[in-house]
Antibody, heavy 118, light 107 residues
């Protein structure tokens, strides 16, 4: 069974940092492009960025609101993708989802809640 | 950035109704549109990709159409299980963007 499980969410103060992770199972993680999407409370979905598989260069792309603050990485030996978040503000509060990307976002995790509050 | 808009923002329909949701892109995106369903408290789920291709396991009452800038998601014979918010998303640009969502509830 295909599964993506996010972890690492929690409460962090403005200006702080946090790393959330996404562990994959049930498919060949090293072949997958991985994306991160967030959802602020009561709001819509916001695509944050992606990391390509190593055979496609392992490069990353980021949405403007997070570029320079967020970093996506992957560890294929652990079937895990990471989202490192720095300089967090209250606007970054929300549920963070990882997803596999094949043009569309076809497999999703259950999400992890990040709360940025003084 | 490519902007995606959706209409209506919400709608109420009865079980058995045919429901149509529209999505418009700020520029031509060919057929690079996907549709997602998000039930309350759940993660999004892919329904349709490349405008009209049904994702594996999705009931055939869901269908998509359109190309260029205007796209449609149709739910034939609405079921209680379809209570959800529906999002379109473009993958034409390297930087993906979602529409604001359409909330479907039952009359």
């Amino acid at each position: 069974e295909v599964q993506l499980v996010e972890s690492g969410g929690g409460l962090v103060k403005p200006g702080g940092s946090l790393r959330v992770s996404c562990v994959a199972s049930g498919f060949t993680f090293s072949n997958a492009w991985m994306a991160w999407v967030r959802q602020a409370p009561g709001k819509g979905l916001e695509w944050l960025g992606r990391i390509r598989r190593w055979s496609d260069g392992g490069t990353t792309d980021y949405a403007a609101p997070v570029k320079g603050r967020f970093t996506i990485s992957r560890d294929d030996s652990k079937d895990t993708a990471h989202l490192e978040m720095n300089s967090l503000t209250t606007e970054d509060t929300g549920v963070y989802y990882c997803a596999t990307e094949v043009g569309a976002l076809d497999k999703w995790g259950q999400g992890t809640l990040v709360t940025v509050s003084p | 950035d490519i902007q995606m808009t959706q209409s209506p923002s919400s709608l109420s329909a009865s079980v058995g109704d045919r429901v149509t949701i529209t999505c418009r892109a700020s520029q031509s995106i060919e057929n690079y549109v996907s549709w997602y369903q998000q039930r309350p408290g759940k993660a999004p789920r892919l329904l349709i990709y490349t405008a009209s291709s049904l994702h594996s396991g999705v009931p055939p009452r869901f269908s998509g159409s359109g190309s260029g800038t205007d796209f449609t998601l149709t739910i034939d014979t609405l079921q209680p299980d379809d209570l959800a918010t529906y999002y379109c998303q473009q993958s034409y640009s390297t930087l993906f963007t979602f529409g604001p969502g359409t909330k479907v509830d039952l009359k």
